[in-house]
């Protein structure tokens, strides 16, 4: 069982770095060292199978949450997706070849429309998405 432990930690070790920042497998390579560990010490192999289940599912539920924490960064929260679904005046037009411009709450934004079709200036566009720092519109009817 010593071997087959081995096997399940490097394996699991080597998937979760080939699919960095998605917490895959760690936490079957934790049960495994567990595992490992209890077989060194000569416990038996049902013992071992129940702990690493064991530990793998206890890792899982309670280190993922803290780990995804830790590892998302520094998200800062805005509240700029308010104003999708908000309609607004387009004050530069919009081009297939230029983002346009629309005002919301004083504030300029950069605006492409989701159909890539020209829309004119004083137009009332309804805002659908936030890509980036620009806003993706379309035209009311």
């Known amino acids: 069982m010593i071997q087959i432990w081995g096997v399940i930690i490097v394996v699991s070790f080597v998937v979760e770095v080939l699919t960095t920042g998605t917490m895959t497998s760690i936490w079957f390579t934790i049960g495994a060292i567990v ?4 077989a060194l010490l000569g416990v ?17 539920i309670f280190l993922r949450p803290m ?3 830790y590892l998302r ?10 104003v ?11 081009t297939t070849d230029e983002w346009g411009e ?6 300029r934004w950069s605006a492409v429309d989701a159909n890539n079709h020209g829309i004119n200036i004083d137009e009332r ?3 659908v998405a936030i890509e980036g720092a620009k806003l993706i519109v379309k035209k009311t009817d």
């Open 44 to 60: 038996s192999e049902t013992i071992q199978i129940i702990a690493f289940v064991v530990v793998s599912i206890l890792t899982l």
């Open 125 to 127: 566009v309804k805002i």
């Open 84 to 94: 999708i679904g908000r309609s607004v005046k387009v004050t530069k037009a919009i």
């Open 73 to 82: 960064g520094n998200v800062i929260a805005t509240n700029t997706d308010r």
């Open 35 to 38: 595992s490992l560990l209890l």
């Open 102 to 107: 629309v005002l919301v709450d004083g504030v």
């Open 67 to 69: 780990a995804e924490k």
